[in-house]
């Protein structure tokens, strides 16, 4: 059974500050989302990662994905109180796009 | 760019009674879609694949009887909560990939609010 986990569950960082967020999962898989939700909202496409190595930046986010290690990271740069919101990473076990989601990882971004 | 629209996006119902919510992609069509629900302050949990024309098939542990889907056309599939109860309320959210062209962007309708009284 695949498992995906997040940390940290929750971070609260400061204004101006970097920090990464982390995505491990337990089988072999080729293709990682990362998504981010507001408070009462549904799910917001940030990065699609499809191979090994892959990274992919947007704004102050970037993604990365190494498949060997089983691991990807969504790190922030230079924090704004606007990037405050809950990020997920999901993982499609066989490209069937049945995605497993991360347990999440709620940002407070403070002043 | 695909769109993924759902209806309602909020719904009351009483114990007992059903309710039906749709999901419709708006712009392309989806042989599959995927229903997921998510409990507050909880990631979110597969329920069912939606194949178009056929059955659906259920994640480990959700009811098929309770939790009916029918994908009727390659725009729509439905799930419909019957006998809700409370334990039933829950945010439930549909998502689909635009097949043609070969797009990698999985979208997600805009939820559903359940509360049942």
């Known amino acids: 059974e695949l498992k995906v986990e997040q940390n940290p569950l929750f971070l609260s960082m400061q204004e101006g500050k970097n920090y990464t967020i982390y995505c491990n999962y337990s089988?072999?898989?080729?293709?990682l989302y990362w998504y981010r939700q507001d408070p009462g909202k549904s799910l917001e496409s940030l990065f699609v990662?499809?191979?090994?190595?892959a990274v992919k930046q947007e704004g102050r986010l970037m993604a990365s994905l190494d498949t060997k290690a089983r691991l990807s990271t969504l790190h922030i740069t230079a924090a704004v109180h606007d990037l405050s919101a809950t990020y997920f990473c999901a993982v499609d076990e066989s490209s069937g796009d049945k995605l497993t989601f991360g347990t999440g990882t709620r940002l407070a971004v403070r002043p | 760019g695909a769109v993924v629209s759902q209806h309602p996006s909020r719904v009351i119902c009483k114990s007992g009674t059903s309710v039906k919510i749709e999901c419709r992609s708006l712009?392309?069509?989806?042989?599959?879609m995927f229903w997921y629900r998510q409990f507050p302050k909880q990631s979110l949990m597969l329920m069912a694949t939606s194949n178009e024309g056929s059955k659906a098939t259920y994640e480990q542990g959700v009811e098929k009887d309770k939790f009916l889907i029918n994908h009727a056309s390659l725009t729509l599939s439905t799930l419909t909560v019957t006998s809700a109860h409370p334990e039933d309320s829950s945010f439930y959210i549909c998502?689909?990939?635009?097949?043609?062209?070969?797009?990698?962007?999985?979208?997600f309708g805009e939820g559903s609010w359940l509360t049942v009284v």
């Open positions: 089988t072999t898989s080729d293709r």
């Open positions: 712009d392309f069509q989806a042989t599959t």
């Open positions: 998502s689909a990939r635009e097949e043609e062209g070969g797009g990698n962007t999985i979208y």
């Open positions: 990662l499809l191979s090994n190595g």
